[in-house]
């Protein structure tokens, strides 16, 4: 088993003590099980999209489909092409 040095903060650390103390393990065991627990979580969304999922939908009159025809809906609107002065 390989060793890994990381600075976590203080009341984190205190939790982790905590559990530690109560369930009579090492802090290494605690810190190795909630890492494994946090990467068996299965995510079907990424998180910035949990970030922006009250925003969606939240400004009237846009396509209902932007999101997958951006690049038709910018050429409609003209961007890229150059302007006449």
């Known amino acids: 088993m390989k060793t890994l040095t990381v ?6 650390v205190a939790q982790i003590e905590a ?4 369930r009579q393990i090492s802090k290494s065991d ?7 627990r ?3 979580t299965d995510r079907k969304l990424p998180p910035t999209y949990e970030a922006i999922a009250d925003l969606i939908g939240a400004i009237d009159g846009l396509p209902p489909d932007l999101g997958a025809r951006k690049k038709h ?5 003209g961007y890229g092409r150059k302007r006449h002065r």
Not at 73 to 77: D, G
């Open 7 to 12: 600075r976590l903060p203080e009341p984190l």
């Open 19 to 22: 559990e530690s103390r109560s």
């Open 30 to 36: 605690v810190v190795r099980e909630r890492l494994a």
């Open 38 to 40: 946090a990467a068996s």
């Open 73 to 77: 809906y910018l050429r409609v609107m």
